[in-house]
């Protein structure tokens, strides 16, 4: 069994940034690949990255690709995305998830999610 934690969401202006953890308690936390996930208001719940086990291997929407970075700590159970030149379209309800490996469709645990709000 795992416990995921979100925190870091905020409101943030255009172009700024953010960076949320996603902290992991309870079973062996390199056994999986955590991925991030977002929905907003209205709109079904979409990938946004994803990070091996090991670290080594990530992924990302297009939408969020060269903006956004993925990293995970494994000595701190914790899974960060850093969100950069951050939109108003970014505004949604962040959450971690443990998968078995990113391109697997089913997700193991969620998290509560976080809030993330881009306006100005």
């Known amino acids: 069994q795992l416990q995921l934690v979100e925190s870091g969401g905020d409101l943030v202006q255009p172009g700024g940034s953010l960076r949320l953890s996603c902290a992991v308690s309870?079973?062996?936390?390199?056994?999986?690949?955590i991925a991030w996930f977002r929905q907003a208001p209205g709109k079904e719940r979409e990938g946004v990255s994803c990070?091996?086990?090991?670290?080594?291997?990530?992924n990302y929407a297009d939408s969020v690709k060269g903006r956004f970075i993925i990293s995970r700590d494994n000595a701190k159970n914790t899974v960060y995305l850093q969100m950069n030149s951050l939109k108003p379209e970014d505004t949604a309800v962040y959450y971690c998830?443990?998968?078995?490996?990113?391109?697997?469709?089913?997700?193991?645990?969620w998290g509560q999610g976080t809030q993330v709000t881009v306006s100005s």
């Open positions: 998830a443990a998968k078995a490996v990113c391109n697997w469709p089913l997700v193991n645990y």
């Open positions: 309870g079973s062996t936390f390199d056994s999986y690949a």
């Open positions: 990070i091996s086990k090991t670290g080594v291997g990530t």
